[in-house]
């Protein structure tokens, strides 16, 4: 297993870097590859891959340290990732030495002697390094001890002051949470079958059908009650989106970039699935995704849209209720549990991305009937990727007004949007996220 959990860890690590995905998108296709199904192999794997990617700032200053900075950028992608997968584990896994020994033997076998020969010295000092912080500015530091690019930690100091920025940058994962699916059965009938199937749980205090997962004997997705369609996993930032929109039955609504479908489901289970959804996304294979998860958990009122909403003629013709819209955004508020992003990310990305936001919510502002809202969200915790975008929208918009998002749950927004709500993972235990209900008169 340890050699299998190596192999596919070396190879998604590659591809990330290469082709800029994602780490569960990396480990999916790499295992697909390699024709490894194990579920063991696979937990482990994607451990190595999800802290060799979280400490990457890090581990790459110990490599260099121990190489020097030409000879590091020198390797090929395979003995970089190894190397950093490496370092993660003798530096902050916590294992005996004996475990490092086996690990590069291992890497001996997978990548070859000769491939491995640049690093082989390397490998007998890194356990016996320690990062240099002397000498190297504030930012900087507090970067490499809180694994976060510069930039980033720049951003969060200036935004929330530097105590409550460390407590952000250093927060722990957030717990995994779920929502069952009343579409399929009662709150207490799907608890007991998730008891049933050795999963524990707790209740999340002001969030209905949202519950906190306290121990899980395997991943939730590979779960009889997941494949049956009695929940489905959504962290409770998400789900009070849902909830702040408070769809009724019989209401036409539109949701915005909605694959791979975790929101539509919830509207129309809080819809009983009575009324209309179009759900639109740009993508025909993610609305693939999202019409397998609607078959999953019997969502009957939805109907797929393939369209990119950042073009007006994109959009459907209708005149909706309620229109949720998610759109594209750097996902700030994921780090922790989506850690690539980070070193994918610059700080010019943020502004890109509120370009593409402003476009978005304009456009759907079109398709609001009279009386009718908007529900704004993003997983990002910039200001210029929410506060901005609205305050943009309203000073163009003079039709809607900025209303109480409720229930609450979050801290108020900040440039005197207080009806609006922040969450943070230090504080909420949950992704950072944003989130406005503006309604139209």
């Not at 070859?112 to 016996?128: C, N, W």
């Not at 970067?143 to 510069?150: C, D, I, K, M």
């Not at 409550?164 to 994962?173: F, V």
């Not at 749950?409 to 609006?420: R, S, T």
């Amino acid at each position: 297993m340890q050699r299998e959990a190596l192999t596919i860890a070396i190879e998604a690590l590659s591809w990330m870097e290469l082709r800029r995905i994602n780490e569960r998108l990396a480990l999916s296709r790499t295992a697909r590859q390699l024709d490894i199904r194990e579920g063991s192999t696979l937990r482990h794997a994607y451990r190595l891959i999800m802290e060799a990617t979280r400490r990457r700032n890090a581990l790459d200053h110990l490599a260099v340290q121990a190489l020097g900075r030409e000879e590091f950028e020198a390797l090929n992608l395979g003995v970089r990732s190894f190397l950093r997968v490496y370092t993660s584990e003798v530096k902050y896994g916590g294992g005996p030495y004996s475990e490092a020994v086996e690990m590069a033997e291992n890497a001996r076998d997978i990548l070859g002697t000769r491939e491995l020969a640049p690093v082989e010295e390397a490998l007998d000092i890194l356990p016996h390094l320690e990062i240099q912080l002397e000498g190297l500015p504030d930012d900087e530091a507090t970067a490499l001890r809180t694994f976060h690019p510069a930039w980033y930690v720049r951003y969060c100091t200036e935004l929330l002051g530097r105590e409550e920025a460390l407590r952000l940058l250093q927060a722990p994962d957030p717990p995994t949470y779920i929502r069952v699916n009343t579409l399929k059965g009662s709150d207490g009938e799907i608890v007991e079958r998730l008891r049933l199937e050795g999963v524990e749980l707790e209740e999340e205090p002001g969030l209905e059908h949202v519950l906190r997962v306290t121990d899980e004997p395997r991943p939730m997705n590979l779960l009889d009650a997941h494949g049956d369609g009695l929940f489905t996993v959504q962290d409770k930032a998400s789900a009070l989106a849902g909830l702040v929109a408070a769809p009724e039955a019989g209401m036409t609504v539109l949701d915005v970039c909605a694959a791979p479908g975790g929101k539509t489901g919830h509207l129309a289970q809080l819809m009983e699935n009575k009324g209309r959804i179009l759900s639109m996304d740009f993508s025909e294979r993610r609305l693939d995704t999202w019409r397998r998860e609607m078959t999953r958990l019997g969502v009957e009122n939805a109907v797929p849209v393939l369209g990119d909403a950042r073009k007006p003629r994109a959009f459907p013709d209708v005149e909706a209720d309620l229109v949720l819209v998610d759109p594209p955004c750097t996902g700030t508020g994921t780090f922790n549990r989506a850690p690539s992003g980070k070193w994918r990310l610059t700080s010019r990305s943020i502004n890109r991305m509120r370009l593409i936001q402003r476009r978005i919510l304009y456009n759907c502002a079109d398709h609001v009937a009279e009386g009718g809202s908007i529900v704004y969200c993003t997983c990002s915790v910039t200001v210029e990727e929410n506060e901005m975008v609205i305050r943009d929208f309203l000073q163009i918009h003079g039709d809607f007004k900025l209303a109480e998002a409720e229930p609450r749950l979050g801290l108020p927004g900040f440039m005197g949007q207080e009806d609006a709500q922040r969450l943070y993972p230090h504080i909420h235990k949950c992704n950072g996220f944003y989130l406005a209900k503006l309604v139209r008169a």
